[in-house]
């Protein structure tokens, strides 16, 4: 997304923090630190974007268009979304980037419905896993809407045959301190764990709409004195 969500991510992948890395291939800055990156033998998946830099600019304005068109405008969303999701993986096959898994920028693709509109294209790509963030912990947070959504795409991607990875989300009181990060790695340990890190907030300055943007900056610190502590331990 920036320079910066760049810098943080190759840094912490060189030191065994990361193994997994979504790419957004049609953000501005996606060919910083890439070639260093490809380098490092990680997975890497995309991270399909509908809601960044795109007509709609949030999840809940894409469901609610997507739940609530009429029959016309349903198709011409349906077509779009499938384009969309074309380019992408044309862009990740222009960069040299052996697409592994996918994912959605905001969970996007959870909304009802929409998976089974790129589920042809993906199994034709044989690009067979995908995120499936069900972490029942959100249930009581402001995310809830996550757990739900994906509670009830886990019986379609079993039945279509993708596969999916157990999935941890990490709260703001598991980046309190380092030994309360640790504690929720290790135990958690077994499965995706999502990060968004970066070295600083650059956001303004590259003019990029996104809520969580000095969390992210806090997440990297955490990060970093993890690796600390685990030395001196």
Not at 46 to 70: D, I, V
Not at 187 to 192: I, R, T
């Amino acid at each position: 997304m920036s320079p910066a969500v760049n810098e943080a991510i190759l840094n912490l992948s060189k030191r065994g923090l990361i193994s997994r890395v979504s790419i957004m291939p049609n953000e501005a800055f996606v060919d910083r630190e890439l070639k260093a990156l490809k380098e490092l033998n990680l997975s890497l998946g995309l991270h399909f974007n509908l809601t960044h830099h795109q007509p709609y600019r949030s999840p809940g304005e894409l469901m609610k268009a997507w739940l609530l068109a009429s029959s016309e405008k349903k198709q011409k969303l349906k077509i779009w979304v499938l384009q969309e999701l074309k380019l992408q993986i044309e862009k990740m096959e222009a960069l040299e980037i052996k697409t592994d898994y996918l994912d959605g920028h905001q969970h996007i693709h959870l909304i009802p419905g929409l998976f089974d509109e790129i589920s042809d294209f993906l199994k034709q790509k044989k690009i067979l896993q995908v995120r499936l963030p069900l972490d029942w912990k959100l249930l009581f947070t402001a995310r809830f809407p996550i757990p739900l959504l994906a509670s009830s795409l886990k019986g379609t991607l079993k039945t279509l045959g993708f596969h999916t990875l157990d999935f941890f989300y990490p709260s703001s009181s598991d980046f309190k301190s380092p030994e309360s990060l640790l504690r929720a790695l290790n135990k958690n340990a077994q499965k995706e764990i999502l990060i968004h890190p970066s070295t600083r907030n650059d956001f303004k300055e590259f003019k990029i709409q996104d809520s969580y943007q000095d969390e992210r900056v806090h997440e990297y610190q955490m990060l970093l004195a993890l690796l600390d502590l685990e030395k001196i331990n």
